[in-house]
């Protein structure tokens, strides 16, 4: 509990975090340190701050990728932010940021035939269909099609620069000269640019704005 309260006075001080952000924090982390006395004084089965939730989500477990191929997707996501790369099949492998993670696999073609470099293994991954289950790419029979997507995923970075962000993401050809970051709208202190993964999806990449940050002294 010390070295959290510490981290967050350190990312205030050095203008991580505005006076907002702490306070939410802060009091995110009391009430984290709280939750076994709150958990004891709420009925069974029935998360503390609500009524009727049997179960309180704490955290993000994984995202899963279904890519064309995913080592290229395991390079890039593990170069550019710094992704640990752990159970690699040689078919997926996942990719450990924070406490979450995310999965990348080869998508499976018709026939059952799986994307490029695809190597068979010798037991299939707990992620992979068993035989008969229904396509993931299609709905499961009596299911309507879906008609709405998670259009964006967003990492946040510590020590946010938006100029060295920029100046990195355009060494890389994923932005192009004329780009502008994504301030949310107008958000204070917030900073982000999108740009497109090796297989098209939606990636944001953001973070919280120093005083000495362009994005900041141009507000």
């Known amino acids: 509990m010390e070295q959290i309260i510490a981290k967050l006075l350190r990312d205030f001080e050095d203008g991580f975090l505005n006076r907002r952000q702490l306070i939410q924090n802060l009091a995110l982390a009391f009430s984290a340190a709280l ?24 955290d993000l477990d994984h995202i899963s990728y279904q890519v064309a191929d995913y080592r290229v997707t395991r390079d890039f996501y593990a170069e550019l932010l710094g992704m640990e790369v752990k159970n690699d099949t040689g078919r997926q492998c996942e990719l450990y940021f924070g406490n979450s993670m995310l999965l990348a696999r080869n998508r499976a073609r018709p026939g059952g035939r799986e994307g490029a470099g695809a190597t068979p293994a010798a037991t299939p991954p707990a992620e992979t269909p068993s035989a008969g289950a229904p396509s993931q790419s299609a ?17 946040r970075i510590y020590n946010w620069d938006t100029d060295q962000v920029r100046d990195e993401l355009l060494r890389r050809k994923l932005l192009t000269e004329n780009a502008r970051p994504d301030t949310g709208g107008g958000i204070a202190g917030y900073s982000s640019f999108h740009v497109s993964d090796p297989d098209g999806f939606n990636l944001q990449i953001s973070g919280w704005a120093g005083p000495k940050d362009s994005v900041t002294k141009k507000k």
């Open 35 to 58: 939750g076994g006395k709150a958990l004891a004084q709420t009925p069974a089965g029935q998360a503390p701050g609500t009524k009727d939730s049997p179960f309180k989500a704490v």
């Open 139 to 155: 709905p499961p029979r009596g299911r309507p099609a879906p008609t709405s997507l998670v259009d964006h995923i967003a990492y």
